[in-house]
């Protein structure tokens, strides 16, 4: 068996891992690079995409999934490996990222025209992401192996991170190799907690928050409610960019359960303006049984996190436009979560500069996107071509993760019996931290860089 690190090696996004067995190839996520690694989109394959056999898909994020849409129109016609939660999202998570790419080329013709240039094409378009679905055609159910060709099984265990994620373990010629994908953080509302490492020859584990830990989610809920309380009492209304995967979902739980116990004014309006966002949390609604306990029991009701008085979801961009005018007494959740395209960079056009009103970041905020420039103090940004003064009220909650922090993935890595331990999937600051944590305990982590492979 032979791997080798495709992308997510020494950075958070493109998560992509190439397994070699016996002449049958698998890849281990085929995802997008995000923020400042986008360009290394526009790279080709360093494999031939005709020449894979499966795509085992850990979760439904753009930077494990985001890829397969190209690698389809490249000549791939094997099987994507995946949940049933995971190829359902999948299918939204692509198809709008398809329109956002059909847009913004759109946009950048019009000034290769000026420049009498040619225009340039989508990374994908809406038609690949509708053939890449069909690809999507085994389902895996967690804890039950999977057999594929020549003696390579597959088992998925849940990884905690967001609805349908899972944890890979891969068994070929008496070796075992597992990988985490994102692995989940503890004691979080929706998702289970992640599985323990299966044992393995090899652990190969994401490392985003390897360097740093998060405030508990207890502390974090408390901080949110602050800034909200903050920003309602002054008459003002509060903006969360939310990643329209899991956070929104997580977001309008924690608003649900601070509304119930009257902590947020009952009379607040919560808006969850997504069009995104609202299409997965239907998906949600109707997986509802892959929830923790508290969670399932949360959702026999029919008033829960997702339906109930305080809460409306917009239908229309004419209903969004109209927040535009609305004073106080909001909070309004829109994507996108780094703020790089979506709802919310209307409505930072449109507040930013409003010293009543609040943006409260509660998700990770990549290099070179919009979101960062905010959390990192910037005077004035950059917001759909003007120059916006940043006057509103700045929080970043970190606890709301749904990654695995230092700490739990010390002890995550640790607890399990590997004969070797691989980090991706984080900055290489944050890899080499935790690769320092872990040789206290005696284990000697490799970092690999794009393109290494290591042969078991
Ligand atoms: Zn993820
Ligand atoms: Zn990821």
Redesign the pocket.
Same mark, same amino acid.
């Given at each position: 068996m032979k791997l080798t690190f495709v992308g997510?090696a020494k950075t958070?996004?493109g998560?992509c891992h190439l397994v070699e067995v016996e002449g049958l190839k698998i890849l281990l996520d085929c995802?997008m690079y995000q923020g400042h690694d986008a360009e290394r989109n526009q790279n080709p394959f360093p494999f031939d995409p005709a020449n894979i056999d499966y795509v085992i898909l850990t979760h439904a $994020?753009l /930077? $494990?999934c985001g890829l397969i849409p190209v690698l389809v129109r490249e000549g791939f016609r094997g099987h994507v490996i995946s949940t049933r939660p995971t190829a359902e999202i999948a299918r939204l998570i692509l198809l709008d990222a398809a329109h956002l790419q059909e847009e913004e080329a759109e946009r950048e013709a019009r000034r290769a025209a000026r420049r009498g240039e040619p225009p340039p094409q989508p990374l994908f378009d809406v038609g690949d992401a509708l053939s890449a679905m069909d690809h999507f055609s085994i389902r895996i159910e967690y804890g039950r192996e999977l057999a594929l060709d020549r003696g390579v099984s597959v088992v998925f265990h849940d990884a905690g991170h967001i609805l349908g994620s899972g944890i890979v373990e891969l068994r070929a010629g008496g070796k075992t190799v597992a990988f985490s994908g /994102?692995l989940g953080s503890w004691n979080r509302p929706i998702v289970r907690d992640p599985s323990p490492a299966p044992p393995c020859d090899l652990l190969m584990c994401?490392g985003?928050y390897g360097d740093r830990p998060h405030r508990s989610f207890s502390e974090s809920v408390a901080e949110f409610r602050d800034a909200i309380n903050t920003v309602l009492s002054r008459g003002g209304t509060v903006l969360i960019p939310s990643f329209a995967l899991e956070r929104t979902q997580e977001v309008l739980y924690v608003l649900y359960e601070l509304w119930k116990r009257g902590e947020i004014p009952r009379s607040v309006r919560i808006v969850l303006d997504s069009p995104l966002g609202s299409a997965v949390t239907r998906v949600f609604s109707k997986y509802s049984d892959w929830f923790d306990k508290e969670g399932r029991e949360l959702f026999a009701h029919p008033e829960n996190p997702f339906r109930f008085p305080a809460l409306s979801i917009t239908r229309s961009v004419e209903d969004s436009k109209r927040l535009n005018h609305v004073g106080g007494g909001y909070i309004i959740v829109a994507g996108s979560g780094m703020c790089t395209g979506g709802r919310i960079v209307h409505h930072l056009r449109h507040r930013l500069w409003r010293e009543e009103d609040g943006v409260v970041f509660v998700g990770y905020q990549a290099r070179g996107t919009l979101g960062r420039a905010i959390v990192d103090g910037a005077k004035t940004v950059r917001v759909m071509g003007e120059e916006v003064a940043v006057k509103a009220g700045i929080w970043t909650i970190n606890g709301f993760s749904a990654h695995a922090d230092r700490e739990e993935l010390l002890r995550w890595i640790t607890g399990a019996q590997a004969g070797q331990v691989v980090l991706v $999937?984080g900055e290489e600051n944050a890899l080499e931290s935790l690769a320092q944590g872990l040789s206290a305990s005696g284990i000697d982590a490799v970092i690999p860089s794009p393109g290494d492979s290591i042969a078991l």
């Open positions: 997510a958070v996004t998560s995802g $994020h /930077d $494990h /994102d994401e985003t $999937h």
